[in-house]
């Protein structure tokens, strides 16, 4: 991060406005310096007093200044001036109002114009209603800002205003400020996986035991998807083979999709050779029924037992095969961690094994957060606090570099 990053601080209109506050506040002590700019609605839920008193700085709220005639034309560059001197430009909370404006260039007002001239990095915090954020034209807006390139924090699940309970809520202002981090940090370290090409594995698999019925687990692929994103960001060649999920495919990113343990392993060993990193994110399935019936089975009174056999394992063949490649795995355990991880970490040959406890509430499996352990291959073992999928990705492949140099120091 440079001395001293600046940040554009864009405020909705929702009743989440009065977090923003409380990230005005987080942002500062990361060592920010914030210019707030509030839309006309969001002066209905918090008074621009509270964040100039925050921030020691004017707020914006108007396209135009109805002052003097001086003061009046410089205003109507202010926008152009504020995109010019910040170097990230956050949205929180980011309306469904809002995100349909910035998906499709309209601007009618200092924030969504501030937006149009802006060329650095954008972190948009989503709120709103669930039905809002469910809603198939939202989640289009959302697609096309993500190919943009922007970091969205995901909306928390919970009570919202309206006594709904669903995704919404405002993701929790510290959540928001590591983002913010995570991107300031990214800015310097440039694109640090420029010419490599990474393959990742995400999601859970699906084995049939008949037409209509099959194994899987709980994975929803969050992780491997951000790791692809975060790889995608720093320049590498991405490759993603994913089991079933219903997340939208990053952006600049080669997408395999498959449903069995058999397919994923294919796909893998089809583009192993290309690889020179390989993350192992998915859930596979650990057993599948061999030869699953042709036609539904019938329930009956009688009790059913069912023949498993093992699925390939995809991770000990790739530690087998994958000769100077940086391979890591993942461990999702119920207790005894690390110990877990590092058997993973030489049983399958791999480098690094980022190990999460699936048994705590709020992370891991279908969550947007983690917090997770990386056992590296050297003997270290870094623990990685909770935090937003994106931050944990990032925070993992500055480990992998890192790692990588060790390693190839120690030849």
């Given at each position: 991060?440079?001395?001293?990053?600046?940040?554009?601080?864009?405020?909705?209109?929702?009743?989440?406005?009065?977090?923003?506050?409380?990230?005005?506040?987080?942002?500062?002590?990361?060592?920010?310096?914030?210019?707030?700019?509030?839309?006309?609605?969001?002066?209905?839920?918090?008074?621009?007093?509270?964040?100039?008193?925050?921030?020691?700085?004017?707020?914006?709220?108007?396209?135009?200044?109805?002052?003097?005639?001086?003061?009046?034309?410089?205003?109507?560059?202010?926008?152009?001036?504020?995109?010019?001197?910040?170097?990230?430009?956050?949205?929180?909370?980011?309306?469904?109002?809002?995100?349909?404006?910035?998906?499709?260039?309209?601007?009618?007002?200092?924030?969504?114009?501030?937006?149009?001239?802006?060329?650095?990095?954008?972190?948009?915090?989503?709120?709103?209603?669930?039905?809002?954020?469910?809603?198939?034209?939202?989640?289009?807006?959302?697609?096309?800002?993500?190919?943009?390139?922007?970091?969205?924090?995901?909306?928390?699940?919970?009570?919202?205003?309206?006594?709904?309970?669903?995704?919404?809520?405002?993701?929790?202002?510290?959540?928001?400020?590591?983002?913010?981090?995570?991107?300031?940090?990214?800015?310097?370290?440039?694109?640090?996986?420029?010419?490599?090409?990474?393959?990742?594995?995400?999601?859970?698999?699906?084995?049939?035991?008949?037409?209509?019925?099959?194994?899987?687990?709980?994975?929803?692929?969050?992780?491997?998807?951000?790791?692809?994103?975060?790889?995608?960001?720093?320049?590498?060649?991405?490759?993603?083979?994913?089991?079933?999920?219903?997340?939208?495919?990053?952006?600049?990113?080669?997408?395999?999709?498959?449903?069995?343990?058999?397919?994923?392993r294919q796909a893998v060993m089809d583009h192993l050779e290309q690889a020179t990193m390989i993350i192992k994110a998915a859930a596979v399935a650990d057993y599948?029924?061999?030869?699953?019936?042709?036609?539904?089975?019938?329930?009956?009174?009688?009790?059913?037992?069912?023949?498993?056999?093992?699925?390939?394992?995809?991770?000990?063949?790739?530690?087998?095969?994958?000769?100077?490649?940086?391979?890591?795995?993942?461990?999702?355990?119920?207790?005894?961690?690390?110990?877990?991880?590092?058997?993973?970490?030489?049983?399958?040959?791999?480098?690094?094994?980022?190990?999460?406890?699936?048994?705590?509430?709020?992370?891991?499996?279908?969550?947007?957060?983690?917090?997770?352990?990386?056992?590296?291959?050297?003997?270290?073992?870094?623990?990685?606090?909770?935090?937003?999928?994106?931050?944990?990705?990032?925070?993992?492949?500055?480990?992998?570099?890192?790692?990588?140099?060790?390693?190839?120091?120690?030849?």
């Amino acid at each position: 991060m440079p001395v001293t990053t600046n940040v554009a601080l864009g405020v909705g209109g929702g009743i989440a406005a009065y977090k923003a506050a409380e990230l005005a506040r987080a942002l500062m002590e990361r060592g920010f310096s914030v210019q707030v700019v509030m839309t006309r609605s969001a002066e209905e839920f918090v008074r621009p007093l509270t964040f100039a008193a925050l921030t020691g700085r004017k707020v914006i709220t108007n396209l135009f200044s109805a002052a003097s005639a001086e003061d009046t034309l410089s205003s109507a560059i202010e926008h152009i001036r504020v995109a010019q001197e910040n170097h990230i430009l956050v949205i929180a909370p980011a309306t469904a109002d809002l995100l349909a404006k910035l998906a499709h260039g309209l601007a009618d007002d200092f924030l969504t114009t501030t937006y149009l001239a802006f060329t650095g990095s954008v972190v948009l915090a989503p709120a709103m209603n669930t039905n809002m954020w469910n809603h198939p034209a939202t989640q289009e807006n959302l697609r096309i800002l993500r190919e943009r390139g922007h970091v969205i924090v995901e909306p928390d699940d919970g009570i919202l205003a309206c006594g709904m309970v669903g995704p919404g809520r405002l993701a929790e202002p510290e959540i928001i400020a590591q983002a913010v981090a995570g991107v300031a940090g990214r800015g310097s370290s440039k694109h640090d996986l420029d010419g490599e090409t990474v393959l990742i594995t995400a999601g859970p698999t699906q084995e049939p035991l008949d037409p209509v019925r099959y194994l899987s687990n709980r994975s929803s692929g969050k992780m491997g998807y951000a790791l692809a994103e975060a790889a995608a960001e720093r320049g590498a060649r991405v490759i993603l083979v994913s089991g079933p999920v219903t997340l939208a495919p990053p952006a600049r990113v080669e997408l395999i999709l498959v449903r069995t343990a058999v397919e994923m392993r294919q796909a893998v060993m089809d583009h192993l050779e290309q690889a020179t990193m390989i993350i192992k994110a998915a859930a596979v399935a650990d057993y599948h029924r061999a030869n699953p019936p042709q036609q539904k089975v019938k329930k009956t009174a009688a009790r059913l037992s069912l023949e498993l056999d093992p699925t390939p394992d995809i991770l000990a063949e790739v530690g087998r095969k994958k000769g100077d490649r940086l391979l890591v795995g993942f461990a999702a355990e119920t207790e005894n961690l690390i110990e877990a991880a590092r058997r993973k970490l030489q049983s399958k040959n791999c480098d690094m094994v980022v190990a999460n406890l699936v048994s705590q509430p709020g992370i891991g499996f279908e969550s947007d957060e983690n917090a997770v352990t990386l056992v590296l291959r050297t003997g270290e073992t870094i623990p990685v606090e909770r935090a937003s999928k994106s931050i944990i990705a990032h925070r993992i492949f500055d480990e992998a570099m890192k790692l990588r140099l060790a390693l190839h120091s120690a030849q």
